[in-house]
């Protein structure tokens, strides 16, 4: 039982930056290997990035590589991802998963337009 929520979305110009935000709620936050996973209409649901449960490791898509960042703040139950030099092929809904062991659970996404 983890309630996840992004916020942070908007719209931004090419080549510009947006940092979005995803807390969760409980005190096992610090158990949990978090990741962005990005949608655009029409297509499927795919990874951007990964970070391990102590915020160490870090993993990235080709597409993102360079350009994004995740991040993590245990303490305040929240996991970043710092999106710089965005481009039009960016625009997607983003959501969070945290993954514990057992299960894996996802957050409702939030809105990204990268207008050209």
């Known amino acids: 039982q983890v309630q996840l929520d992004e916020s942070g979305g908007g719209l931004v110009q090419a080549g510009g930056s947006l940092r979005l935000s995803c807390t969760a709620s409980?005190?096992?936050?610090?158990?949990?290997?978090m990741r962005w996973f990005r949608q655009a209409p029409g297509k499927g649901r795919d990874f951007v990035a990964r970070?391990?449960?102590?915020?160490?490791?870090?993993l990235y898509a080709d597409s993102v590589k360079g350009r994004f960042t995740i991040s993590r703040d245990n303490a305040g139950n929240t996991v970043y991802l710092q999106m710089n030099s965005l481009k039009p092929d960016d625009t997607a809904v983003y959501y969070c998963a945290a993954a514990s062991d057992a299960n894996t659970y996802w957050g409702h996404g939030t809105q990204v337009t990268v207008s050209s």
């Open positions: 409980g005190r096992t936050f610090s158990n949990y290997v």
């Open positions: 970070i391990s449960a102590s915020g160490a490791t870090t």
